[in-house]
């Protein structure tokens, strides 16, 4: 019985280390899409300010 919980504890701790993992890149995705995004903006923005 013992074993068994280890065992459980091992797996759900693996599991949690991929969920973490899954979820840090698909924040990483949306993070550098938004900094894309931030840039362009600020881009425009200065590029106006520049003109008048």
């Excluded at 280390?17 to 840039?39: S, T, V, Y």
């Amino acid at each position: 019985m013992k074993n068994f919980f280890r065992n459980l504890l091992a797996n759900i701790k693996a599991g949690l280390i991929l969920l973490w993992e899954k979820i840090k890149a698909f924040f990483a995705r949306i993070g550098a899409k938004l900094k894309r995004a931030l840039q362009n903006l600020r881009a425009k923005i200065s590029g106006k300010k520049e003109k008048e």
